[in-house]
């Protein structure tokens, strides 16, 4: 908030209609409501901040960067560098170090990516898909299967992946599997 004094607009009326204590009272909660549109009118540079920001406008506010949404059990610092590290590694969604900072922000932990992948000169790309193998030690306070959702969706659409937890491979999982699980 400015440096505006409390009864900033009963200083702008005439002396004369402040000895009338009925109508100050009444400008009063014209100033009280008008205050109210002001403080928020000086905290308007501040909402997109991600360090100043309410909690509740961090959350939508990840959802301008493509992230379906941030839990809101998690404590408020953990929402807030969720947000940041989203938005430092926009740029980089889909590549080695995208995919390193955003799973190494959720597993709370290192992360080991391998891939296939690379930039080629035209004709000389190699003949078998793009792959990837990501492994962390633990899936943070996500679920497994929430984990492999943030996984699946950063990765590119055409990039084979295999999921490791902890030496434990959660994808692909295949039939066999399934029904040992079931």
């Known amino acids: 908030m400015t440096g505006r004094p409390p009864d900033w607009l009963l200083r702008q009326l005439p002396h004369g209609m402040l000895a009338d204590d009925f109508f100050v009272r009444f400008v009063s909660i014209f100033q009280e409501q008008a205050g109210t549109l002001l403080q928020h009118a000086d905290n308007l540079p501040h909402l997109a901040d ?4 309410p ?7 990840a959802g301008w960067l493509g992230l379906d ?13 969720i947000l940041h590290t989203a938005s430092r ?3 980089w969604r889909g590549t080695v ?4 900072a955003l799973l190494e922000l959720y597993s709370g932990g290192p992360v080991q990516v391998t891939e296939s992948g690379g930039v080629f ?32 969706d950063e990765l590119p659409a055409h990039v084979h992946a295999e999921v490791r937890v902890a030496g434990r491979r959660i ?4 039939a066999q599997e399934k029904e040992l699980a079931s």
């Open 50 to 53: 991600p360090d100043l920001t």
């Open 55 to 61: 909690v509740a406008m961090v959350r939508h506010m």
């Open 69 to 81: 949404g941030i839990d809101a059990s998690y404590p408020e610092p953990a929402q807030r560098r």
């Open 89 to 91: 590694t926009l740029q």
């Open 97 to 100: 170090a995208g995919l390193t």
């Open 121 to 152: 000169r035209e004709g000389e790309a190699p003949d078998d898909v793009a792959w990837v193998v990501l492994e962390v030690g633990s899936t943070g306070p996500l679920a497994e299967h929430d984990f492999l959702a943030l996984v699946l």
């Open 171 to 174: 994808w692909p999982v295949l």
